[in-house]
Structures are given as structure tokens and as C-alpha cells.
């Protein structure tokens, strides 16, 4: 691993970035796909909370506006050579008013957890963390008078959570100024603690890749009618036998180069009666991979949608009463598309599966998954950061299963990333767009810095 840069020259503010992020995510900047849902007003509440949180920032670097409320910031630095696009986003998914949340979900408070005094709230990993992180990192350097190697442009977007169109435009922004990253960094992979059975050290997960997001469905059409008078195989009927159908009927499993690479740096780290077992597989990708796709599929959801493409059945519709049969029944499917599978093939998949030509298929949103990122400099430069301020993780490259704004970016860079700086334990990740979201003050504290080094250490 290389070296990069010197050390930190002035530690971020810990207060700071703790009120910070209490400040934002007081702000609820929901999105929503229908724009006349969305609160502009709340979400012009936050930018001025931002700049009121990190002046500096404002004033010093340059801002170009993306989408409705979307920021593209670059900081010039000694050399345009190798610009740097670190990234985030400003919205959050809506709080389900009936989950039993701990404390308000928008009340940014801080309480004791399993991880210590922490910050509770919808955002705080999720990605306002990340927002205050890399604003604090730049505020504390422009405070101690620094000038990054490279041009650093910080990328919010506004409407990620909503596949949105922020990200997109800032794309076309940066292709327009003729700007090609050498690194893009967003939101994804995490220090997760508990991540395999038996392995007590921290992953330290930089996600190189991201599975493709596509929305699927499967619609069945009928006569409908009174529901005294029933008649079989309706649409209802049908499209229950469908889902039925493709959930016996996964995806083929396989360990990608990521997975397997991720195995290898872990193995020294299983439990002692495993070690033997992977010793003789590890050089040996042909044999490796069949053992780690059965383990993988063996340890839980996690672990086992890192092996194959998913679908999950999240939206029903049919009858608008109860005593109505549906002349249409609805099913959405949500399909995250491995790497080496494509949309075509996934829709092919599900229409042998389905085996009922009186269904339709119809693609609602096409994603296909990102292209692999390598594990060069820029990478190193990732795990070296990892290493100096949580030396407890094992430094690791994955596929990433959610999507973030950073896919769009692969089209001017083939160097994109994905990686939270911050401690995350299992019960943290499952809060994630659930209830009880919350972020350790000491670890988001450490995150900040973590963002402050990566700058420093820009290659010259």
C-alpha cells in the first residue's frame, strides 16, 4: 500500500460536527418520485442551515446549483490533474408514523445506545453523516489554512432516494468543465462490525461495484365482478401464483472477483476450524469461488444477496373493496441486478419463472449494475485512511446490493467508490430507511476526520 501526502495538520471540530448534524436532520428533506409532494420549503431550510454550520465553506468555494436543491462545490486545489469528487446526499426516506421509534425520528437528539452517546434521527447514516463529515473535514482545513493537492469538488445531491435527477446533471456539469475524476467516493460500504458468523474483527467494506436497480410488474387482468360469485384463476389468484413462482426460482449464485478477493483478505480472520479448509483454496479462484458462494448463501440475507441477483415483491394492488373481485391485479418487483447479469436477462428470468403467458412483464425503471472499479492507487489510497483511523477493520473491497448517485458517475470516471466512514454495528445497518437510525457521536467524530486525511493525503 502507498503512502500519500502527510499527516493531519488540525483535528476537526468535535462539537461542530455534532451540532451540525443534530441541525440537519431536524430538517425533514423527504423526497418523494411526485415533485408536488416534496417540501421545497424544508429542503431551502437545510441549505441555509448548511451554510450556517460551515461558513467557510460557503464562502470560499465555489458553488454551482444542480437540480431543485442539489450542490456541486469545488475547491481549487495546487493541481487539476487528478480532481477528487467526494459525494453525499441531502434527502432522507419518510418515517413510517407507526414504527416504534426510540425517540423522534426528526428530533436529532442525543441519547445513550449499545454504541454510546448517540445521535438519534432519519439521516444521521443515512446520509446526513456524511454530509456533515465532509463539510466538517473542509471547514476545519480551510480554517487551518490547507490547500489540497488535487481540485476537490463535493457532490449533494438532493433526490437519491427517489433515483432522481441531481446526480445526473451533476454529471453533465463536470463532463461539460471537462472534468474527469480520478476518484469518486459516495455513501455505501461501511466499518460493519458483525458482518459474518465468527468474525470478530470489523470489515472495513469499500463497495467497488453496485448492483443495478430495476422496478418490474407483473400485471393480470380479469372480468372482475361481485365476490359472492367467485370464479377460479382470477387476477388476484394469478398474480399470487406468480410471486410464489419466483421465489422458488433464484437466481443462479456465484462469488464475482470482489466477493472472492473480500474472502481471501478475511480468511486469516475466521474461526480457527475454517482456516484449513480456505488455506488451499485461496490461490485458486476456480475452487474458491463454488466454497464461498455456499458459505455466503449459508449465512444469512446479507451475506447471501452478494452472491446473485434478488427480487423482492414490495407493492400489491387489485380490488378497491372487499366485496369487489380485481378486474386488475398489480405486483411490483424490486430487482438488484448482480454484476454479470443484465435487464434483459432478469425479465427473461422472471417470464420462465412466471409461466403464464395472461401476465405482463413491464420494465418501470431499467438499471444495470455498474462497472467494477480497479483496486489501484486510488483504492489504496481508501484502505490506507481505513488503516489509520479504525486499525481494528480489515480493509476489503465488495458489491455493493443498494444503489447510490455514484453509478452515474462511472460515465466519466472508472474510478467510483462507495464507503461511509463511520462504525456501523448489525442492528445500525438494519435501521437504515427502518426506525431507530441512530450514529455514535465518537464515530461520527472519527468519520469527519477520516474525510479530513483523505484530503490530505491527495497524491501531488
Not at 37 to 56: H, M, Y
Not at 155 to 182: H, I, K, M, Q, Y
Not at 245 to 269: G, M, Q
Request: charged share 20%.
Amino acid at each position: 500500500m502507498g503512502h500519500y501526502g502527510l499527516r493531519m495538520t488540525a483535528p476537526p471540530v468535535e462539537g461542530r460536527v455534532v451540532r451540525a448534524l443534530q441541525a440537519l436532520v431536524r430538517i425533514p428533506t423527504v423526497s418523494d418520485r411526485d415533485p408536488a409532494r416534496v417540501d421545497g420549503d424544508a429542503f431551502d431550510r437545510f441549505l441555509d442551515e448548511l451554510a450556517t454550520q460551515f461558513p467557510l465553506l460557503h464562502e470560499r468555494l465555489d458553488l454551482t446549483r444542480v437540480g431543485t436543491h442539489g450542490l456541486l462545490f469545488h475547491w481549487a486545489g495546487a493541481s487539476a490533474e487528478q480532481p477528487v469528487v467526494l459525494m453525499a446526499h441531502l434527502d432522507v426516506v419518510p418515517v413510517d408514523a407507526d414504527a416504534p421509534w426510540q425517540h423522534e425520528p426528526f428530533g436529532g437528539e442525543i441519547h445513550d445506545s449499545p454504541v454510546g452517546p448517540a445521535i438519534w434521527g432519519r439521516g444521521t447514516l443515512d446520509d446526513k453523516g456524511c454530509v456533515a463529515g465532509i463539510c466538517e473535514a473542509v471547514e476545519s482545513l480551510l480554517e487551518a489554512g490547507h490547500t489540497p493537492a488535487q481540485d476537490v469538488w463535493l457532490s449533494f445531491g438532493c433526490d437519491e432516494e427517489v433515483s432522481g435527477a441531481a446526480a445526473v446533471e451533476a454529471v453533465e456539469v463536470l463532463r461539460d468543465r471537462g472534468v474527469t475524476p480520478w476518484l469518486v467516493l459516495d455513501e455505501g460500504g461501511a466499518v460493519a462490525g458483525g458482518a459474518f458468523p465468527g468474525v470478530k474483527a470489523p470489515l472495513g467494506v469499500i463497495g467497488v461495484t453496485e448492483k443495478g436497480t430495476t422496478s418490474l410488474e407483473l400485471v393480470a387482468e380479469g372480468r372482475g365482478g361481485h365476490a359472492s360469485t367467485p370464479a377460479r384463476n382470477g387476477p388476484t389468484a394469478r398474480i399470487a401464483r406468480a410471486i410464489l413462482r419466483i421465489e422458488k426460482s433464484p437466481f443462479p449464485a456465484s462469488a464475482p472477483a470482489p466477493t472472492l478477493e473480500l474472502v481471501r483478505r478475511l480468511a486469516p480472520h475466521v474461526p480457527l476450524p475454517l482456516r484449513p479448509v480456505l488455506k488451499p483454496l485461496l490461490g485458486r479462484a476456480d475452487r474458491l469461488a463454488p466454497v464461498v458462494t455456499r458459505a455466503l448463501l449459508a449465512a444469512g440475507p446479507e451475506a447471501a444477496a452478494m452472491t446473485r441477483t434478488t427480487v423482492a415483491a414490495t407493492t400489491l394492488s387489485g380490488s378497491p373493496a372487499l366485496n369487489v373481485i380485481a378486474s386488475t391485479a398489480k405486483a411490483g418487483l424490486n430487482v438488484r441486478v448482480m454484476v454479470g447479469d443484465t435487464v434483459a436477462g432478469v425479465v427473461e428470468h422472471i417470464r420462465k419463472a412466471v409461466a403464464d403467458d395472461s401476465i405482463r412483464i413491464d420494465v418501470v425503471e431499467s438499471g444495470e449494475p455498474s462497472p467494477v472499479s480497479p483496486m489501484d492507487e486510488a483504492f489504496e489510497l481508501l484502505e490506507d485512511c481505513i488503516g489509520e483511523v479504525f486499525p481494528e477493520a480489515v480493509a476489503t473491497p465488495y458489491v455493493m446490493m443498494a444503489a447510490t448517485d455514484s453509478r452515474h458517475f462511472t460515465a466519466i470516471s472508472e474510478h467510483v467508490y462507495r464507503f461511509a466512514p463511520f462504525r456501523m454495528t448489525k442492528a445500525q445497518r438494519q435501521a437504515i430507511h427502518s426506525y431507530d437510525e441512530h450514529i455514535g457521536v465518537a464515530d461520527l467524530v472519527d468519520g469527519a476526520r477520516w474525510y479530513q486525511l483523505l484530503i490530505e493525503r491527495l497524491p501531488r
